[in-house]
């Protein structure tokens, strides 16, 4: 390094300790890169509407705790006498007291149309969306399950109690369901390669198109687990959808191996095809060679 190159780099680390000196921290951001920069950036405005979310969360327990309080002050009077009674509004107040914290805490996480009071940075249509289905889910879950306990305090039968909390639980995972597939296009997008050229390319477009199946597939086998109570059900869930994952990768690389190579071998000259036109009938026997050579893979792949 040359003396006027040390010099120059002396000066530019003698500005930049200046500039941190006389503008304070803020200037050491300016000086890093821009993802560094865009991280801090992220962290500062998640702390400063830390307070704000705080704030407003405590201000929703407000109506929690008086109705919470007002319920147990109800169990105090000769209406809570009966062991029944009070079992049922105990029931029920918790149900309100557990549903309303779970809406508190997402409000406080993505509230709609409040930007400088939620501490997640995502636009008003997604928050909004997030907020209904955790509110049906959340309102569906607990007060199913605090009506099927009502229902066997009063009286009901232990099978009546069970069927009625499955069909609860039933009903929760048809809601996820119906999410996956309301949001199947958003992430087959995400996961959809940019370019469509290679092997790993076409196997992410093609999780891209089947992503959704696969969990719907893991949503409903894990209520028909719970519901049955199947023995190492879980275990044997996640052993059959790895191994059919698997299968489905073999196959399609497999597939992809054998038709590009023989694409290749039987890739017709334009100026053969322009001296012999009967070759181009013998690529309508190639197209259909191709799909029994497709079947043909995925069978070896299963067997």
Same mark, same amino acid.
């Given at each position: 390094?040359?003396?006027?190159?040390?010099?120059?780099?002396?000066?530019?680390?003698?500005?930049?300790? *200046?500039?941190?000196?006389?503008?304070? /921290?803020?200037?050491?951001?300016?000086?890093?890169? /821009?993802?560094?920069? !865009?991280?801090?950036?992220?962290?500062?405005?998640?702390?400063?509407?830390?307070?704000?979310?705080?704030?407003?969360?405590?201000?929703?327990?407000?109506?929690?705790?008086?109705?919470?309080?007002?319920?147990?002050?109800?169990?105090?009077? /000769?209406?809570?006498?009966?062991?029944?009674?009070?079992?049922?509004?105990?029931?029920?107040?918790?149900?309100?007291?557990?549903?309303?914290?779970?809406?508190?805490?997402?409000?406080?996480?993505?509230?709609?149309? *409040?930007?400088?009071?939620?501490?997640?940075?995502?636009?008003?249509?997604?928050?909004?969306?997030?907020?209904?289905?955790?509110?049906?889910?959340?309102?569906?879950?607990?007060?199913?399950?605090?009506?099927? &306990?009502?229902?066997?305090?009063? *009286?009901? =039968?232990?099978?009546?109690?069970?069927?009625?909390?499955?069909?609860?639980?039933?009903?929760?995972?048809?809601?996820?369901?119906?999410?996956?597939?309301?949001?199947?296009?958003?992430?087959?997008?995400?996961?959809?390669?940019?370019?469509?050229? *290679?092997?790993?390319? !076409?196997?992410?477009?093609?999780?891209?198109?089947?992503? =959704?199946?696969?969990?719907?597939?893991?949503?409903?086998?894990?209520?028909?687990?719970?519901?049955?109570?199947?023995?190492?059900?879980?275990?044997?869930?996640?052993?059959?959808?790895?191994?059919?994952?698997?299968?489905?990768? !073999?196959?399609?690389?497999?597939?992809?191996?054998?038709?590009?190579?023989?694409?290749?071998?039987?890739?017709?000259?334009? &100026?053969?095809?322009?001296?012999?036109?009967?070759?181009?009938?013998?690529?309508?026997?190639?197209?259909?060679?191709?799909?029994?050579?497709?079947?043909?893979?995925?069978?070896? !792949?299963?067997?």
């Amino acid at each position: 390094m040359t003396v006027t190159g040390l010099a120059g780099e002396i000066d530019w680390r003698d500005t930049e300790v *200046g500039l941190v000196a006389r503008l304070g /921290p803020s200037a050491a951001v300016r000086l890093r890169s /821009p993802r560094d920069g !865009a991280h801090l950036d992220r962290t500062l405005r998640l702390l400063q509407r830390l307070p704000l979310a705080v704030a407003r969360l405590l201000l929703d327990f407000i109506p929690m705790v008086v109705f919470a309080a007002a319920g147990h002050v109800l169990l105090g009077t /000769p209406l809570g006498t009966p062991v029944a009674t009070r079992l049922v509004i105990l029931a029920l107040v918790n149900a309100y007291v557990i549903c309303r914290l779970i809406m508190c805490i997402t409000r406080m996480l993505v509230l709609p149309g *409040g930007q400088p009071f939620r501490l997640l940075e995502l636009p008003d249509e997604t928050a909004a969306y997030i907020e209904i289905w955790v509110k049906r889910i959340a309102v569906v879950a607990v007060f199913g399950i605090a009506t099927a &306990e009502v229902a066997r305090l009063l *009286g009901l =039968h232990r099978t009546g109690y069970t069927s009625l909390v499955r069909i609860v639980m039933l009903i929760v995972h048809l809601f996820v369901v119906i999410i996956l597939l309301q949001c199947r296009r958003t992430v087959a997008d995400w996961i959809r390669a940019p370019e469509p050229r *290679g092997a790993f390319a !076409a196997l992410r477009n093609r999780l891209a198109d089947l992503w =959704h199946v696969a969990a719907i597939f893991i949503v409903m086998a894990l209520w028909v687990v719970w519901a049955m109570r199947v023995q190492n059900g879980y275990g044997l869930v996640l052993q059959y959808f790895l191994a059919t994952l698997a299968v489905v990768v !073999a196959a399609r690389l497999v597939r992809i191996i054998v038709l590009g190579g023989l694409d290749r071998i039987f890739r017709i000259n334009p &100026e053969l095809a322009a001296r012999f036109p009967t070759l181009e009938d013998a690529l309508v026997i190639w197209e259909i060679a191709k799909s029994l050579i497709a079947v043909w893979t995925i069978y070896v !792949a299963k067997g």
